[in-house]
């Protein structure tokens, strides 16, 4: 437990500063700052050298994890309750208004990546065969999208309601259902695989269509029961208890999953996808944020620390294929299929490049690959690296795309849904943010789904039934952007909201005791100091 309590210490320091310098000095995400953090501290890099009176920090188990079971249960934690989050923040209102580009960029970018990675194994002779559980999972990691990186730079370019923007989001919906069944999938053939045994084409279909069924039954299991579940627990009066009890059952759905011989996080995704339609998902992801900053860059360093240098060094060579076969797949997978319906070149290269990074997602299949033997450390490396490649190529090349030209074909533009933008300028940023809290609140009191789309990102999706309106500050400037039919709704919120501003402020002015107040103030800063 010594040994334990220090790992963790230094993990969640080497962490945070990781993903601090990354974000905030770099600009780069700061999940590859965690994820370099533990290629650092490492039993393969410092963590494996001898330490006057402890041995070494983080000894090798010899086992195909190369970290002890107690702190690789830290990291599975912190992946269930990572993929219960993104289940949680699914829109699935969204994908429905979206379902017909939608279901094409995200089908047609898994199925492109999903060949695309297995064959680039089978290419380089990593796997002997497309059945094998190496490509089978490293065809897998490729068809992962990790969307929160992307819809930050749709926020930072006030571009999340675009053609573009909704149309990636809505295929992200479709990309991890997908990519969680396809997950589910191969683990149960590598693991019939791995214990010795033949799977043939109708052991292929049946455990297909076990998957497909576990999800669908539990997927619709969750959606019809979650009003009624939470309706009762809300009963307690207490969003700490209501909280506790969701993500319990997350771990339980998680278990039973696991148990059917799918994926413990197939079953957290479940059940936060379930809850994602209740008035209580938004409450939630507020409650679970603390929990998510402590125990999610554990698993991002965790995942670092797993990567053996000296086992990827031959396969360099095709991490940087892998990496540009997985970038090349989503861009014409993602991208193709939007060129089709009415983007024109422009817009479907948005659409694919805001699908081409990775992140979590493609760690924590990784991840499940090698804790179960069925990829080594020089496949997870190379996975790994492609990881990191797309994520930190991607944001900037997306950035760069979007200028004023738009990216719908003229005679389609017509049928896309207009936005209108409200902008309020204010003396100061203390102002605008003491505005835009508000104004998140004020939604939340009309009875408006508010959640803020990450924790560095000053944007808000506010949605009520068709309504879609997103919040954004920008220094001492507030933006609302609202669809044109409801921009009335959006400027008598805004209307409202500033009138109730006057009032306060001329309540402060006629605050005849405020003086008095700031005298005491200061008399009591001139005692103490005596």
Known sequence: MLRLVLQLA?????????????????????VLGELCSGLLIGPYALGGMNIRGLGTLFPGTGDVLAVSPELYGFATIASILLLFLSGLESDLTLFARYSTVGIAVGVGGVIVSFIGGAWAAVLFRVAPSFSSPAALFLGVVSTATSVGITARILADKRKMDSPEGVTILAAAVLDDVLGIVLLAVVVAISRIQTAGGHVDWGDVGRICAKAVGFWIVFTAIGLLSARRITSVLKRLRSMEIITSIAFGLALLMAGLM??????????????????????????????????????????????????????????????????????????????????????????????????????????????????????????????????????????????????????????????????????????????????????AQTFRNEEFFVYRLGPDVQTYQIRKDDMVFTLTQEGDSVQLSAPAKYEHVARFILLEELLTMQDLAKSFERMHNLDGMKSDLLKGVFDADE
């Open 10 to 30: 230094v993990i969640f320091i080497a962490a945070r500063l990781g993903g601090f310098v990354f974000s905030r000095w770099l600009k780069i995400p700061s």
């Open 258 to 439: 696991e148990m059917a011989g799918l994926a413990l996080i197939i079953g957290a995704y479940v059940t936060g996808l379930a809850l994602s339609r209740t008035d209580v998902a938004h409450a939630i992801q507020n409650q679970l944020h603390g929990m998510y900053n402590m125990l999610v860059p554990v698993f991002f360093c965790v995942m670092g620390m797993l990567v053996n240098f000296a086992e990827l060094k031959p396969v360099i060579l095709f991490g940087l294929v892998y990496s540009i076969i997985a970038v090349a797949a989503k861009l014409i997978g993602c991208g193709l299929p939007a060129f089709l319906m009415n983007f024109n070149r422009l817009g479907a290269k948005r659409i694919g490049l805001g699908m081409v990074p990775r992140g979590e997602v493609a760690l924590i299949v990784a991840g499940i690959g090698l804790s179960t033997g069925s990829i080594q450390h020089d496949v997870f490396g190379a996975a790994v690296m492609m990881t990191l490649l797309t994520t930190l190529l991607a944001p900037p090349l997306l950035a760069h795309s979007f200028d004023h030209r738009s990216g719908v074909r003229h005679r389609a533009e017509p049928s896309m849904e207009e936005i209108k933008t409200i902008s309020l300028d204010f003396p100061s940023t203390d102002i605008a943010s003491f505005m835009f809290s508000r104004l």
